[in-house]
Every structure is written in C-alpha cells, then in structure tokens.
Nanobody, 116 residues
C-alpha cells in the first residue's frame, strides 16, 4: 500500500523557519521524482518545489527561491522541504507528491501557518 506521510507543519512567526518531512512507503522511492505543493484557502494548488529521483536537480516556484530548499534521502525514503524566512503568504496546506510518468501519489497534507 502506497503511503506518503507529511510532518513538520505548524504555527510559526514571520521570519521563522520550519522543516517539512515526507516519509514514503509502498513503492520504489528512488525511482520517483518528488515534489511539494501547497494550497492556500480559496486558491488553487501550487507547485512549490521539485527534485529529481537521484536528487541531482531541483526547481522552485519564483516566490520561494532563495528561501526554501528541497532535498531527499533515498536511503530513508524521505523528502524534505526546508523553509526559511517564512512569510504570511506561505500559509497553506503543504502536500508531498511522488511522480513517475503517469503515476502520481499524494500525501494527506500538513498545515503551515505563518502569523504573529
């Protein structure tokens, strides 16, 4: 059974940081590219960051470049999103996604709230 379980969300003040984790099981993690999406209330789900299956290449939406870092540990079947200098507009539910060709898996999401 495929599972993607996100953790690490919470409430943080502007300028703070959080590290999200996504633990994968039930598929060959090292063969899948991984990404993080987010969805704020009343908005469409947005791609935030993506990393290739071997971790050799990453890409980010412009609004998080220089603040967020995606990484993965294929030995631990885990992908991370380090979020620094958080802003109120980063408030959203963050979702982990695995994809390979037409195959896609989603996690259940973790809430990130940036507020003073």
């Amino acid at each position: 059974q495929v599972q993607l379980v996100e953790s690490g969300g919470g409430l943080v003040q502007p300028g703070g940081f959080l590290r999200l984790s996504c633990a994968a099981s039930g598929f060959t993690f090292s063969r899948y590219a991984m990404s993080w999406y987010r969805q704020a209330p009343g908005k469409e789900r947005e791609l935030v960051a993506v990393i290739t299956s071997d971790g050799g290449s990453t890409n980010y939406v412009d609004s998080v470049k220089g603040r967020f870092t995606i990484s993965r540990d294929n030995a631990k079947n885990t992908v991370y999103l380090q979020m620094n200098s958080l802003k109120p507009e980063d408030t959203a539910v963050y979702y982990c996604n695995a994809f390979r060709g037409a195959q896609r898996y989603w996690g259940q999401g973790t809430q990130v709230t940036v507020s003073s």
